[in-house]
C-alpha cells in the first residue's frame, strides 16, 4: 500500500491561488482513485475532488469548489494536485490527500494533511 505526503499549503489571501502536490510512495497509475478531503476547524472533513484510475480519468468536485478548484494526476510522477483559484476564506482547512484502490468502496489511505489558511 502507498504512502501519501502533501505539500503546498500555505496563508494566502482571498482571491489568490495555491497548488497542493500529493505524492506517492509507488505506482498509483491505474490502482488507485485519488482524491482531495479538508477539515475546517471545529468540522468534520468534507469531500473536495476525485480523480479516477483509468487511463482517461473522470473528475468530480464538491459543490463548493467546483469551476474554482481542478484536480489533475501525473502517473509518471506518482503525483496528484489540486489547483485552487478564487480562494475564499471558507476554504481555510487541513487538506488532506486519500487513495482508494481497486474494489475498495472507501479511500483507506490518507496524507497528513496541509494547512490552508486564506485571510480576508
Known amino acids: 500500500q502507498v504512502q501519501l505526503v502533501e505539500s503546498g499549503g500555505g496563508l494566502v489571501q482571498a482571491g489568490g491561488s495555491l497548488r497542493l502536490s500529493c505524492a506517492a510512495s509507488?505506482?498509483?497509475?491505474?490502482?488507485?482513485?485519488m482524491g482531495w478531503f479538508r477539515q475546517a476547524p471545529g468540522k468534520e472533513r468534507e469531500f473536495a475532488a476525485t480523480i479516477t484510475r483509468s487511463d482517461i480519468p473522470s473528475t468530480d468536485y464538491a459543490a463548493s469548489v467546483k469551476g474554482r478548484f481542478t484536480i489533475s494526476r501525473d502517473n509518471a510522477k506518482n503525483t496528484v494536485y489540486l489547483q485552487m483559484n478564487s480562494l475564499k476564506p471558507e476554504d481555510t482547512a487541513v487538506y488532506y490527500c486519500a487513495a482508494r484502490g481497486v474494489g475498495r468502496s472507501l479511500y483507506d489511505v490518507w496524507g497528513q494533511g496541509t494547512q490552508v489558511t486564506v485571510s480576508s
Open positions: 509507488g505506482r498509483i497509475a491505474g490502482s488507485y482513485d
